[in-house]
């Protein structure tokens, strides 16, 4: 047995199920990353990483700790809308109605009004996630204690008609909401690590198109999280999500409307050594089959990352004309790790081992932080 073929049986032993060849437990992992909750509040160093597998209870713990708190406080109230035909003028008078019903002969009036109310989407989002959790959770007295504050949540008039998570962007948070806004990242989390089912695949990275296009997602996010939490503290700037421009000396009237725009996944700011590196983050093999030889890096990926870093050069910005490129990918037993150094950028192509364990894949996220070649602008 090669030792590609041990590693992958390695992981398939210790793990409880698969999406594709990728561990559960790994997908919780970068979802932990991904998440707002490893964000907030120091989160991200309490070290739940290290035990991806107890993560759906340290998860559940978390949730439940965060409801306790706000019941103790009282669960925030939000408004809502409604109709109703009353004995006292409320709100705005809906005369339509009051008149096709004579309901002033009856001495009532149909209103249209706001009140308070517990049963919020935010609240009724908390609930099903605690409910939701509370079904994967390894340890009784987790899942009683969730199912339980579920239940409170209930019996305090919180209905159980969740939201969508389309429904829940529109939240809003206030400069009071701090706490609740906690324990909505918490219930996010709780709902993304019931989200993955056990699926074996008989091919790398092989998995139906829905599914790729969720863990292609959730590949970018976690790579994301996972550097804004740890190299903060480090004096690196982390920007997910960015635009780049083109520096564009004359143009016609329709270029705009069809002009690419350069959308970067991940950069990465250490002012004070003055390095850069833009992040691109892909989700298939890092090689392809070639003309004439086996392996190749694919030339559409290499050409992109390129214009990402020699268009912004001439900017005045010194991060910019030195800037580093790195194109990661992840992979299942395999590790590539090559750095070239063109018209003074080094880019960088590797992977990220997604059968490795959670403290290999930290460190080998970490690594590619390091330069594998001194670029002109570097002050280590």
């Given amino acids: 047995?090669?030792?590609?073929?041990?590693?992958?049986?390695?992981?398939?032993?210790?793990?409880?199920?698969?999406?594709?060849?990728?561990?559960?437990?790994?997908?919780?992992?970068?979802?932990?990353?991904?998440?707002?909750?490893?964000?907030?509040?120091?989160?991200?160093?309490?070290?739940?990483?290290?035990?991806?597998?107890?993560?759906?209870?340290?998860?559940?713990?978390?949730?439940?700790?965060?409801?306790?708190?706000?019941?103790?406080?009282?669960?925030?109230?939000?408004?809502?809308s409604r109709d109703a035909v009353i004995n006292r003028v409320r709100g705005r008078i809906d005369?339509?109605?009051?008149?096709?019903?004579?309901?002033?002969?009856?001495?009532?009036?149909?209103?249209?009004?706001?009140?308070?109310?517990?049963?919020?989407?935010?609240?009724?989002?908390?609930?099903?996630?605690?409910?939701?959790?509370?079904?994967?959770?390894?340890?009784?007295?987790?899942?009683?204690r969730c199912r339980a504050l579920a239940g409170g949540m209930k019996a305090m008039g919180v209905s159980g008609d969740a939201p969508t998570r389309a429904q829940m962007s529109t939240d809003r948070f206030g400069r009071n909401d701090a706490d609740d806004r906690f324990m909505v990242a918490a219930a996010k989390l709780a709902f993304d690590l019931v989200l993955p089912t056990e699926a074996s695949g008989a091919n790398v990275l092989s998995l139906p198109d829905r599914e790729a296009t969720w863990v292609r997602r959730l590949f970018e996010r976690a790579v994301g999280g996972f550097y804004e939490v740890v190299l903060s503290p480090q004096g690196w700037r982390v920007l997910c999500g960015g635009t780049m421009g083109w520096q564009i000396e004359q143009k016609t009237a329709g270029i705009d409307k069809i002009l690419p725009t350069m959308r970067t996944d991940v950069v990465l700011d250490h002012p004070s050594t003055v390095q850069r590196i833009v992040i691109d983050t892909k989700f298939t093999s890092i090689v392809t089959s070639g003309w004439y030889r086996e392996e190749t890096l694919r030339s559409g990926y290499v050409y992109q990352i390129y214009a990402y870093l020699r268009s912004q050069v001439g900017c005045g910005d010194a991060l910019a004309d030195h800037a580093s490129g790195l194109l990661l990918h992840p992979a299942i037993g395999q590790m590539v790790d090559e750095t070239v150094l063109i018209q003074g950028h080094a880019i960088r192509f590797a992977t990220v081992d997604l059968t490795a364990t959670p403290a290999d894949i930290r460190a080998q996220l970490l690594r590619l932080c390091e330069p594998s070649l001194k670029s002109p602008g570097s002050q280590q």
């Avoid at 790994?26 to 989160?43: P, Q, V």
């Avoid at 990483?49 to 306790?68: C, G, N, S, T, Y």
């Fill in 1 to 80: 047995m090669t030792a590609v073929a041990e590693q992958v049986e390695s992981a398939s032993m210790s793990a409880e199920g698969f999406i594709g060849r990728i561990p559960v437990r790994n997908l919780w992992l970068l979802m932990l990353y991904a998440s707002d909750l490893f964000r907030t509040r120091g989160i991200g160093k309490i070290g739940l990483e290290d035990r991806p597998d107890d993560l759906p209870d340290l998860v559940a713990e978390i949730l439940a700790h965060a409801v306790e708190v706000r019941q103790r406080r009282r669960l925030s109230l939000g408004y809502r």
């Fill in 95 to 144: 005369v339509l109605t009051t008149e096709r019903h004579q309901l002033m002969d009856r001495g009532l009036v149909a209103c249209r009004f706001d009140e308070l109310t517990i049963d919020t989407p935010r609240n009724r989002f908390v609930r099903a996630a605690l409910e939701s959790i509370s079904r994967i959770v390894q340890r009784k007295d987790v899942a009683h």
